[in-house]
Protein backbone atom coordinates (compact mmCIF):
# COMPACT_ATOMS: atom_id res chain seq x y z
CA UNK A 1 0.00 0.00 0.00
CA UNK A 2 1.25 3.40 -1.13
CA UNK A 3 -0.86 5.68 0.52
CA UNK A 4 -3.08 8.19 -0.91
CA UNK A 5 -1.84 9.08 -4.61
CA UNK A 6 -2.42 12.63 -6.11
CA UNK A 7 -1.80 13.45 -9.53
CA UNK A 8 0.00 15.77 -10.76
CA UNK A 9 1.55 17.31 -8.26
CA UNK A 10 2.26 20.40 -9.94
CA UNK A 11 -0.31 21.96 -12.62
CA UNK A 12 0.20 25.26 -14.23
CA UNK A 13 -2.61 27.00 -16.34
CA UNK A 14 -3.88 29.78 -17.97
CA UNK A 15 -6.87 31.84 -16.39
CA UNK A 16 -10.31 30.29 -18.38
CA UNK A 17 -8.72 26.75 -18.96
CA UNK A 18 -10.45 23.83 -17.20
CA UNK A 19 -8.32 21.48 -15.03
CA UNK A 20 -8.60 18.19 -13.43
CA UNK A 21 -7.09 16.47 -10.62
CA UNK A 22 -6.82 12.83 -9.64
CA UNK A 23 -7.33 11.53 -6.12
CA UNK A 24 -6.54 7.49 -5.43
CA UNK A 25 -7.25 6.73 -1.97
CA UNK A 26 -6.33 3.57 -0.15
CA UNK A 27 -7.95 0.75 -1.28
CA UNK A 28 -9.61 -0.60 2.08
CA UNK A 29 -11.13 2.91 2.62
CA UNK A 30 -14.25 4.01 1.79
CA UNK A 31 -14.23 7.56 2.32
CA UNK A 32 -12.59 10.10 0.65
CA UNK A 33 -12.04 14.25 1.44
CA UNK A 34 -11.06 17.04 -0.52
CA UNK A 35 -9.43 19.87 0.75
CA UNK A 36 -7.52 23.55 -0.37
CA UNK A 37 -4.78 24.69 1.47
CA UNK A 38 -3.78 28.22 0.54
CA UNK A 39 -0.72 29.99 1.46
CA UNK A 40 0.04 30.42 4.97
CA UNK A 41 -3.73 28.48 5.69
CA UNK A 42 -4.68 25.75 7.44
CA UNK A 43 -6.43 22.94 4.96
CA UNK A 44 -10.38 23.79 4.46
CA UNK A 45 -13.10 21.51 3.43
CA UNK A 46 -14.20 21.11 0.04
CA UNK A 47 -16.10 17.72 0.00
CA UNK A 48 -16.42 14.44 1.15
CA UNK A 49 -17.25 10.71 -0.57
CA UNK A 50 -18.48 7.67 1.35
CA UNK A 51 -18.06 5.07 -1.40
CA UNK A 52 -19.37 6.64 -4.63
CA UNK A 53 -21.77 9.20 -2.64
CA UNK A 54 -21.11 12.91 -2.62
CA UNK A 55 -22.04 13.20 1.32
CA UNK A 56 -21.48 16.76 2.15
CA UNK A 57 -20.35 19.95 -0.17
CA UNK A 58 -18.77 23.25 1.19
CA UNK A 59 -19.62 26.72 0.25
CA UNK A 60 -16.80 27.44 -1.01
CA UNK A 61 -17.10 24.67 -4.16
CA UNK A 62 -18.81 27.00 -6.17
CA UNK A 63 -20.46 25.75 -9.60
CA UNK A 64 -17.31 26.02 -11.49
CA UNK A 65 -16.26 22.87 -9.19
CA UNK A 66 -17.05 19.45 -9.74
CA UNK A 67 -15.61 16.03 -7.88
CA UNK A 68 -17.03 12.98 -9.09
CA UNK A 69 -16.02 8.87 -7.22
CA UNK A 70 -17.76 6.97 -10.10
CA UNK A 71 -17.00 3.85 -8.86
CA UNK A 72 -15.98 4.43 -5.06
CA UNK A 73 -12.24 4.06 -5.74
CA UNK A 74 -10.58 6.59 -7.25
CA UNK A 75 -12.16 10.71 -6.76
CA UNK A 76 -11.45 13.50 -9.77
CA UNK A 77 -11.92 17.04 -8.84
CA UNK A 78 -12.36 19.47 -11.67
CA UNK A 79 -12.42 23.28 -12.07
CA UNK A 80 -13.85 24.98 -14.85
CA UNK A 81 -13.13 28.28 -16.00
CA UNK A 82 -10.18 28.84 -13.23
CA UNK A 83 -9.41 32.27 -11.80
CA UNK A 84 -6.32 33.08 -10.70
CA UNK A 85 -7.80 32.90 -6.75
CA UNK A 86 -7.88 29.05 -7.07
CA UNK A 87 -4.66 28.95 -6.61
CA UNK A 88 -3.81 26.79 -3.85
CA UNK A 89 -2.99 23.54 -2.97
CA UNK A 90 -5.60 20.43 -3.55
CA UNK A 91 -5.62 17.89 -0.74
CA UNK A 92 -7.03 14.34 -0.78
CA UNK A 93 -7.94 12.32 2.24
CA UNK A 94 -8.96 8.72 3.20
CA UNK A 95 -9.77 6.99 6.09
CA UNK A 96 -11.27 3.77 6.53
CA UNK A 97 -15.01 2.64 7.55
CA UNK A 98 -15.89 2.74 11.14
CA UNK A 99 -16.05 5.85 13.90
CA UNK A 100 -13.04 8.02 14.95
CA UNK A 101 -10.54 6.60 12.21
CA UNK A 102 -7.46 9.70 11.12
CA UNK A 103 -7.26 10.56 7.83
CA UNK A 104 -4.63 9.73 4.96
CA UNK A 105 -3.98 12.61 3.22
CA UNK A 106 -1.93 12.49 -0.07
CA UNK A 107 1.12 15.04 -1.05
CA UNK A 108 -1.87 17.20 -2.77
CA UNK A 109 -1.47 18.81 -6.17
CA UNK A 110 -0.41 22.45 -6.29
CA UNK A 111 -2.10 24.30 -9.07
CA UNK A 112 -1.20 27.72 -10.19
CA UNK A 113 -3.22 29.71 -12.29
CA UNK A 114 -1.59 32.08 -14.54
CA UNK B 1 -16.31 21.50 15.44
CA UNK B 2 -15.62 23.27 18.90
CA UNK B 3 -12.93 26.19 18.11
CA UNK B 4 -9.70 25.09 18.90
CA UNK B 5 -6.76 27.31 19.94
CA UNK B 6 -3.12 26.99 19.95
CA UNK B 7 0.16 29.20 20.63
CA UNK B 8 0.82 30.44 17.07
CA UNK B 9 5.10 29.19 17.37
CA UNK B 10 7.12 27.35 20.03
CA UNK B 11 10.09 26.16 19.93
CA UNK B 12 12.03 23.14 21.63
CA UNK B 13 15.79 21.53 21.88
CA UNK B 14 16.38 18.27 19.82
CA UNK B 15 16.29 15.42 22.63
CA UNK B 16 13.76 17.09 24.75
CA UNK B 17 10.42 16.68 24.86
CA UNK B 18 7.62 19.15 23.05
CA UNK B 19 4.43 19.97 24.87
CA UNK B 20 2.04 21.62 22.42
CA UNK B 21 -1.12 22.86 24.17
CA UNK B 22 -4.65 22.95 22.49
CA UNK B 23 -7.45 24.65 24.66
CA UNK B 24 -11.25 23.49 23.36
CA UNK B 25 -13.75 24.80 25.96
CA UNK B 26 -17.05 24.63 23.86
CA UNK B 27 -16.11 20.98 23.42
CA UNK B 28 -19.10 18.62 23.16
CA UNK B 29 -19.45 15.43 24.81
CA UNK B 30 -19.37 13.38 20.95
CA UNK B 31 -16.06 15.21 20.38
CA UNK B 32 -12.99 13.70 19.32
CA UNK B 33 -9.35 15.76 19.73
CA UNK B 34 -7.53 14.91 16.57
CA UNK B 35 -3.68 16.12 16.43
CA UNK B 36 -2.35 16.49 12.98
CA UNK B 37 1.04 18.15 11.57
CA UNK B 38 2.12 19.19 8.42
CA UNK B 39 5.71 19.42 7.24
CA UNK B 40 6.61 21.97 4.64
CA UNK B 41 5.25 20.60 0.94
CA UNK B 42 2.97 17.63 2.38
CA UNK B 43 -0.15 16.64 2.86
CA UNK B 44 -1.00 16.95 6.64
CA UNK B 45 -0.10 13.83 8.82
CA UNK B 46 -2.34 12.05 11.59
CA UNK B 47 -0.44 12.07 14.56
CA UNK B 48 -3.42 10.85 17.22
CA UNK B 49 -6.54 11.16 18.81
CA UNK B 50 -8.53 10.42 21.88
CA UNK B 51 -11.92 11.05 22.99
CA UNK B 52 -11.75 10.87 26.92
CA UNK B 53 -8.80 8.98 28.29
CA UNK B 54 -5.03 9.64 27.38
CA UNK B 55 -3.49 7.69 24.64
CA UNK B 56 -0.04 7.08 23.09
CA UNK B 57 0.89 5.64 20.17
CA UNK B 58 4.97 5.39 18.49
CA UNK B 59 4.49 9.18 17.84
CA UNK B 60 3.56 10.82 20.19
CA UNK B 61 0.93 10.42 23.62
CA UNK B 62 -2.20 13.36 24.13
CA UNK B 63 -3.22 14.21 27.62
CA UNK B 64 -6.83 15.14 28.30
CA UNK B 65 -7.87 16.91 31.43
CA UNK B 66 -10.58 15.46 32.91
CA UNK B 67 -13.18 18.36 32.09
CA UNK B 68 -12.12 17.79 28.13
CA UNK B 69 -11.45 21.62 28.21
CA UNK B 70 -7.58 21.25 27.13
CA UNK B 71 -5.28 18.42 26.02
CA UNK B 72 -1.39 18.77 25.36
CA UNK B 73 0.26 16.99 22.74
CA UNK B 74 3.65 15.30 23.94
CA UNK B 75 6.61 13.93 21.12
CA UNK B 76 8.61 12.49 23.93
CA UNK B 77 12.04 12.93 22.39
CA UNK B 78 12.17 15.95 19.50
CA UNK B 79 14.23 15.29 16.65
CA UNK B 80 14.83 18.01 13.70
CA UNK B 81 12.33 16.20 11.43
CA UNK B 82 9.28 17.48 14.35
CA UNK B 83 9.75 20.70 12.75
CA UNK B 84 6.07 20.96 11.52
CA UNK B 85 2.99 22.94 12.24
CA UNK B 86 0.55 21.50 14.38
CA UNK B 87 -2.50 21.32 14.40
CA UNK B 88 -5.45 20.40 16.75
CA UNK B 89 -9.40 20.02 15.70
CA UNK B 90 -12.28 18.68 18.01
CA UNK B 91 -14.81 16.93 15.65
CA UNK B 92 -17.36 14.54 16.14
CA UNK B 93 -17.31 11.18 15.20
CA UNK B 94 -20.52 11.13 13.61
CA UNK B 95 -23.33 13.02 12.35
CA UNK B 96 -23.73 15.24 9.08
CA UNK B 97 -20.24 16.97 10.80
CA UNK B 98 -18.18 13.46 10.55
CA UNK B 99 -15.66 13.80 7.64
CA UNK B 100 -15.37 18.08 7.97
CA UNK B 101 -12.38 18.58 9.85
CA UNK B 102 -11.74 22.43 10.69
CA UNK B 103 -8.32 23.16 10.55
CA UNK B 104 -7.03 26.15 12.71
CA UNK B 105 -3.72 28.09 12.37
CA UNK B 106 -1.90 25.15 14.21
CA UNK B 107 1.36 25.86 15.93
CA UNK B 108 4.44 26.22 14.64
CA UNK B 109 6.73 24.23 16.40
CA UNK B 110 10.52 24.45 15.37
CA UNK B 111 13.25 21.77 16.74
CA UNK B 112 16.84 23.15 17.08
CA UNK B 113 19.91 20.95 17.28
Known amino acids: DTGVSQNPRHKITKRGQNVTFRCDPISEHNRLYWYRQTLGQGPEFLTYFQNEAQLEKSRLLSDRFSAERPKGSFSTLEIQRTEQGDSAMYLC????????????FGSGTRLTVV | DAKTTQPTSMDCAEGRAANLPCNHSTISGNEYVYWYRQIHSQGPQYIIH???NNETNEMASLIITEDRKSSTLILPHATLRDTAVYYCIATAARGTSYGKLTFGQGTILTVHP
Open chain 1, 93 to 104: ASSPPGTGNGYT
Open chain 2, 50 to 52: GLK
